[in-house]
């Protein structure tokens, strides 16, 4: 992180120039900089130094599109439609084209299963989008920024940041609950790079010439 050493040493003497809530409103928006530059460098599958993660050891299939009619905990009837999803206890959880975000279905609500009404894409596309990793992680919802007058932050939120230190420094974990023990090689997940410092220097001056 020499980048990052070097930053902070030029920053804070022009961070001096500044006031508690202008030094603030400055760390913040380098916190949410860093923050779309890490989201966006994960999508990609890369680390913070532009390399490429190392693939999955084992190719997993795209799984087929579902839609089912579903009881709401209302009583009320919809048709709920996903393309990516995973089965969980009884427990149907995944992204519902429709309502766009992620949706739970329970068991023993689903009252039957129809033609799906859209289409996933090409069967290549959906492959790669299988083989995609840290997707859920790349997340505004699971990467959060913060900042002080002193600090600016971009870490993960809760449980996310047990599960991104495992793939990050490539440890020991179990690939599900009660499922074998295994090594996961590191792929890093958060940094700042050559360009990623030099904007921030970029954004240190314009905000104390503004």
Not at 122 to 151: C, D, E, N, V
Not at 166 to 177: E, I, N, P, T
Request: with cysteine; glycine share 10%.
């Amino acid at each position: 992180m020499a980048e990052f050493e070097q930053i902070e040493s030029w920053a804070e003497g022009c961070l001096r120039k500044l006031g508690p809530a202008g030094r603030r409103r400055l760390t913040l928006q380098i916190a949410r900089d860093e923050r779309l530059k890490n989201i966006r460098r994960m999508r990609s599958q890369r680390g913070p130094d532009g390399e490429k993660w190392e693939g999955r050891k084992r190719q997993r299939k795209a799984a087929p599109i579902i839609r089912y009619v579903y009881r709401k905990k209302d009583g009320s009837v919809r048709e709920l439609e996903m393309s990516s999803y995973r089965r969980s206890g009884g427990k149907i959880i995944g992204y519902d084209k429709e309502a766009g975000g992620v949706r739970t279905m329970i068991g023993d609500r689903v009252i039957g299963k129809v033609k799906p009404r859209h289409s996933a894409g090409s069967i290549r596309a959906r492959a790669k989008k299988a083989q995609s990793m840290m997707q859920g992680l790349a997340s505004a919802r699971h990467l959060r920024a913060r900042a002080t007058p002193s600090s600016a932050v971009v870490e993960f939120s809760n449980r996310a940041a047990r599960i991104a230190a495992v793939h990050h420094w490539g440890q020991r974990d179990k690939v599900s609950l009660g499922g074998p023990d295994y090594d996961y090689p590191a792929r890093p997940l958060l940094g700042i790079s050559k360009s990623d410092a030099e904007l921030i220097r970029e954004t240190i001056l314009e905000h104390i010439a503004s």
